[in-house]
């Protein structure tokens, strides 16, 4: 099946630093892939998605960009704010089956 | 776009209790339904899904169980609460078809204690 692995956390940063958070994959086939974002105490929320190879995938000043030779997806933001400070999960689609696949989340807190 | 109501949004409960949770979806049909858990620095475990009314899947053997009696609604239960079972529990939907999005609930924190 599909697995999804992500930078250990916490990334902690100052305002307006530049962001990386790292995510590779192994999955058959060609599956899309996301970014959520978990606010403290909330549901997460879609970030942002790319559906095929090389597509970049933006949305709030975070990009990323589907990799298929690396089998990559990481997460960048040239400037990151406090308002940033969240929970972020890499994942796959669902594939073959119904289970999509999460990483285990890494944790940004970004000081001012 | 779809609406989803987790409730309670809080729970504290003595170990050996039961439990029911609740998650109901507006403005989707034949939605495929998540339970996640996710434990104090974990990430996300998936518990049970489900593709139809009545049709359940676990993912993981546990004390817990789920059912899904309308379109809309999907119900988590357990007839003896456990320690372990202290966690974030999450409602998600997809709509048909493998590549879309999920989309999630506001979650329940439920404490055992």
């Known amino acids: 099946g599909n697995s999804v692995t992500q930078m250990e956390g916490p990334v902690t940063l100052s305002e307006e630093a530049f962001l990386t958070i790292n995510c590779t994959y192994t999955?058959?086939?060609?599956?899309?892939l996301f970014w959520y974002v978990q606010y403290p105490g909330e549901g997460l929320q879609l970030l942002l998605k790319?559906?095929?190879?090389?597509d970049k995938g933006s949305n709030k000043g975070f990009e990323a960009t589907y990799r298929k030779e690396t089998t990559s997806f990481h997460l960048e933001k040239g400037s990151v704010q406090v308002s940033d400070s969240a929970v972020y999960f890499c994942?796959?689609?669902?594939?073959?089956?119904?289970?999509?696949?999460f990483g285990r989340g890494t944790s940004l807190i970004v000081h001012p | 776009s779809q609406t989803i109501h987790q409730w309670p949004a809080t729970l504290v409960q003595p170990v050996g209790s039961p439990l029911s949770l609740e998650c109901t979806v507006e403005?989707?049909?034949?939605?495929?339904l998540y339970w996640y858990r996710q434990a104090a620095g974990r990430g996300l475990q998936l518990l049970f899904y489900?593709?139809?009314?009545?049709?359940i899947s676990s993912e993981v053997p546990q004390n817990l169980s789920a059912s899904r009696p309308q379109d809309r609604q999907f119900i988590l239960s357990s007839k003896k609460l456990l320690l372990s079972d202290s966690g974030f529990y999450l409602c998600?939907?997809?709509?048909?078809?493998?590549?879309?999005?999920?989309?999630f609930g506001p979650g329940t924190r439920l404490l055992v204690l």
């Open positions: 994942a796959t689609e669902a594939g073959g089956s119904y289970i999509p696949t």
């Open positions: 999955a058959t086939g060609y599956p899309s």
């Open positions: 790319a559906t095929k190879a090389d």
């Open positions: 403005g989707t049909s034949n939605p495929n």
């Open positions: 489900s593709v139809g009314i009545g049709q």
């Open positions: 998600a939907v997809d709509r048909e078809g493998l590549k879309e999005t999920q989309y």
